[in-house]
C-alpha cells in the first residue's frame, strides 16, 4: 500500500513524522506524492491558523480519495478529538503512539473500525522514538516531549503533557548513528528543549550536552529553541569552550514589554533577559539570536507595542519570527480583558516584520568580505544553497558534487534572503 505524511507545526512534529515514514518504509509500505492509499496527517493546534490548516488539509485528504485510509494525529486530535470533521477520519490518535503507525494500520485494515486512540497525556512516559536517518544535512534528534511553563497564551502543555526525557544512553546512539551515516549537522529539538532532564535526577540539559560534544566526527551541534532562563553558567560555560555548538540560539522573546510578559506569565523580565544576550554576546561576539514575538495580546496598547519595538531594537535579533496573538480555549488567556482587535493585530504584524527584515540585513551586512563555511543543502541549475553555522542563508555557484559537504566561501552581497558569495579558491 502507498501512504503519503503531511506534516504541520513545528520541528517535533517534523521528527516524529519522519519516525513514522521509516517505520512504514520498513514494513512494506511505499510512499508515493500522487494518490495514496493511506494519508496520515500530523496536525497543529498552537494558533488557531494552524488548527484550520489541519483540518483543510484532513478535508483536502478526504476528497482527493474517498477510499483511502485517512490518520489524523498530534496536537489538534489532542485537543479535541470530537471534531466535527474528524467522524471520518479512519485512525485518530493524539501525541502518543505515533512509533506504533503500523500496528495501528494492521488493525484497521483488520477491523475496519474507526480507532481513536487518546490516553490522557498528563500521565504518559516518554515515547522512546530513534531516527535512523534524515536523508539530509541537518538531521533532528527529539531528546524532550513536553512542557510545564503555562504561559497564558499557549495550549502546548495541554496537548503535549508533563516534561519527559528521553535516556541519555538513547540519545547518544541516536546521534552517532546519524553521524556514521555522514550527517554533518544534529539539531536537537524537543517542546521545552532546555528543560531536559528535569525529571531525571542530577542530570540536566547541560550534562547531555557535554556528552554529545564527545561524540567523534559531528561537526555542528544546534539547539532548536532555548529559554532564556535555561542559558544558565554551565550551558554558557560549554557555549564558550566549544565551537562545535553553532553561533546560532533561537530565543524565544514574545513580547519587550514588562506588563505584557507578566500578563503571559513568562518567567523573565525585559532586563534579565536583555542582560543575559549581553553575556551570550561577550563570548561569542557574532552569534546570531533569532526570536519568536506575538503581538496583539489582549492589553496591548500602542504604547506597549511600542516598548516592545525599542527592546528589539536594542537587543538586535537577527531575525523575528512574528505572531499575531490568537486565543486558545481553555489558556489563562480567555479570562484577559481589553483584546486587540484584528486590524491592529495584523497592521503590528506588519511593521514588526518590517523591523525584522531590517535587522537581518544589518546582520548579514556585518559578514560582507569576510569567508565563511557553509553546508549545502541543495543545488540548482549550478547554484549551491545552504547554511552557516550561524545560520546565514548562503547561495553560491559549484558543482554538485559539494552538496553536504564543508565549503569555504566569501561574502560579496547581500541580495536578500541569500548572502551571495564567491567559492574561496
Not at 63 to 88: E, F, S, Y
Not at 156 to 171: F, H, M, W
Request: charge should be neutral; include cysteine.
Amino acid at each position: 500500500m502507498t501512504f503519503q505524511i503531511l506534516t504541520l507545526g513545528c520541528k517535533v512534529n517534523t521528527y516524529e513524522s519522519e519516525v513514522m515514514k521509516e517505520k512504514l518504509l520498513s514494513a512494506g509500505y511505499k510512499e508515493t506524492e500522487d494518490i495514496a492509499d493511506i494519508y496520515i496527517i500530523n496536525t497543529c493546534t498552537v494558533t488557531d491558523t494552524s488548527s484550520h490548516k489541519s483540518l483543510k488539509t484532513i478535508r483536502q485528504c478526504l476528497r482527493k480519495n474517498p477510499q483511502a485510509i485517512i490518520v489524523a494525529c498530534g496536537c489538534m486530535v489532542q485537543a479535541d478529538p470530537t471534531l466535527d470533521t474528524l467522524k471520518d477520519v479512519s485512525i485518530l490518535f493524539g501525541n502518543q503512539d505515533k512509533s506504533k503507525i503500523v500496528d495501528l494500520l494492521t488493525e484497521y485494515q483488520k477491523n475496519k473500525k474507526q480507532i481513536i486512540d487518546i490516553p490522557n497525556i498528563m500521565d504518559v512516559p516518554f515515547e522512546e522514538m530513534v531516527l535512523n536517518n534524515f536523508d539530509r544535512t541537518r538531521a533532528f534528534v527529539k531528546i524532550e516531549d513536553g512542557c510545564e511553563n503555562y504561559c497564558a497564551y499557549c495550549i502546548i502543555p495541554y496537548t503535549r503533557g508533563k516534561v519527559r526525557s528521553k535516556d541519555p544512553k538513547l540519545v547518544m546512539r541516536e546521534i552517532e548513528a546519524l553521524v556514521s551515516r555522514g550527517h554533518k549537522e544534529i539539531v536537537l529539538t524537543g517542546i521545552h528543549t532546555g528543560h531536559y532532564g528535569s525529571d531525571l535526577g542530577e542530570y540536566h540539559f547541560s550534562s547531555l550536552l557535554r556528552d554529545i560534544l564527545t561524540i567523534k566526527g559531528l561537526e555542528r551541534l544546534r539547539i532548536s529553541s532555548i529559554e532564556i532562563t535555561e542559558l544558565d553558567e554551565e550551558v554558557l560555560e560549554i557555549l564558550k569552550e566549544n565551537k562545535v555548538i553553532v553561533s546560532h540560539l533561537h530565543v524565544p522573546i514574545q513580547s519587550g514589554s514588562d506588563a505584557i510578559l507578566k500578563s503571559m506569565n513568562r518567567k523573565y523580565d525585559k532586563a534579565y533577559f536583555e542582560n543575559k544576550i549581553k553575556e551570550i554576546r561577550k563570548i561569542r561576539p557574532d552569534i546570531s539570536i533569532t526570536t519568536d514575538l506575538i503581538v496583539g495580546f489582549p492589553g496591548e496598547t500602542e504604547e506597549l507595542f511600542q516598548e516592545t519595538i525599542d527592546t528589539v531594537k536594542r537587543i538586535r535579533f537577527s531575525k523575528i519570527h512574528v505572531f499575531p496573538f490568537s486565543l486558545r480555549k481553555n489558556t489563562k488567556a480567555e479570562e484577559l480583558p481589553n483584546p486587540v482587535d484584528e486590524k491592529t493585530k495584523k497592521e503590528r504584524v506588519h511593521r514588526m516584520i518590517a523591523l525584522s527584515k531590517e535587522l537581518e540585513i544589518e546582520y548579514m551586512e556585518k559578514f560582507l568580505g569576510k569567508q565563511v563555511i557553509f553546508i549545502p543543502e541543495k543545488w540548482e541549475e549550478g547554484t549551491l544553497i545552504g547554511h552557516t553555522g550561524n545560520y546565514l542563508l548562503v547561495q553560491a555557484k559549484g558543482s554538485k558534487s559539494l552538496l553536504h559537504e564543508e565549503v569555504p566561501v566569501k561574502i560579496s552581497r547581500i541580495q536578500y534572503p541569500y548572502c551571495i558569495a564567491d567559492k574561496d579558491e
